[in-house]
């Protein structure tokens, strides 16, 4: 058996079939890992969320802000400002009440005994260790699963931008969103910065990398994540950076987190600048 983790497909469902070929991906054998943000700014994310729904269990993603924005379109409409026109087709689809059921019980981070890797979308705040990371992911898992209209009305916004663990109700879970689906830098208190969409170079004077925090308390603990195209491809101890930008015209990543192997890519074609 083979785990691969693949990056952001953002509705490259053409490119997600071929990377899947290249890598001899079977589904009875093999695991699938994907770091979320399947739908939004592609060609077909109906195709692919029929896709990795069918995978069943041998696949797993976690939810990304796109996913996110998809389930807000479909529960929480009229808080959406901006309706992605890629996204109503898989509203108008007519397995769309059961594959937006499915994508709301999916996981905001993943892990699972035997692997030593954690999956997640973007980022950690640096003042959770794995254990609080995990615990507010399911807070608001069941909150997702419960009653999504509210939590979905309650989900935009930047603020509150730093961890506290007396933050309550939709504060607690929007902060929870923020980090685990929106996060790229933070400034050196910890706080969230999620206007920086560009490269680490051209991060806002006095912010890092989330990954960077001198004091992030998960530095031990190995990670996958997506979500920052600009980016690239990252490959430092303990962490692996998976969203080259497919949907951008960069490529699409996969990588074997069961064996010391270098990282697949597909080339993509694109001419759409990197920032989602």
């Known amino acids: 058996m083979a785990l691969y983790a693949i990056g952001d497909l953002q509705g490259c469902h053409a490119q997600f079939m071929a990377l899947l070929e290249r890598i001899r991906f079977d589904p009875a054998r093999d695991r699938l890992w994907l770091t979320g943000d399947l739908v939004n700014r592609g060609p077909d994310s109906l195709a692919v969320l029929r896709e990795v729904k069918s995978l069943g269990d041998c696949a797993t993603t976690v939810l990304g802000n796109h996913d996110l924005h998809l389930l807000a379109m479909a529960f929480a409409p009229r808080t959406v400002r901006k309706r992605e026109r890629g996204l109503e087709a898989v509203l108008e689809a007519p397995d769309a009440s059961e594959l937006l059921g499915w994508l709301a019980a999916r996981p905001l981070l993943h892990r699972e005994r035997g692997v030593d890797w954690t999956l997640i979308h973007a980022g950690l705040p640096p003042q959770w260790t794995l254990a609080q990371a995990g615990r507010c992911a399911r807070e608001v898992e069941r909150a997702l699963r419960s009653d999504p209209a509210t939590l979905l009305a ?91 930008g497919c949907v951008w015209g960069g490529a699409l990543t996969a990588l074997r987190l069961d064996r010391d192997c270098g990282p697949v890519r597909l080339p993509c074609s694109g001419s759409r600048r990197p920032g989602g």
């Not at 979500?227 to 969203?243: F, K, N, T, V």
């Open 154 to 244: 309650q989900m935009y916004g930047d603020g509150p931008d730093l961890w506290s663990p007396r933050l309550a109700g939709a504060d607690r879970l929007r902060f929870t969103i923020n980090a685990l689906t929106r996060l790229r830098v933070v400034d050196g208190d910890g706080r969230l910065v999620l206007s920086h969409k560009g490269t680490i170079e051209d991060a806002p004077v006095g912010c890092l990398p989330w990954f960077r925090h001198p004091a992030r308390r998960t530095h031990k603990d190995p990670l996958v994540f997506g979500h920052w195209s600009a980016l690239g491809y990252l490959a430092e101890p303990g962490l692996r950076g998976l969203d080259t």
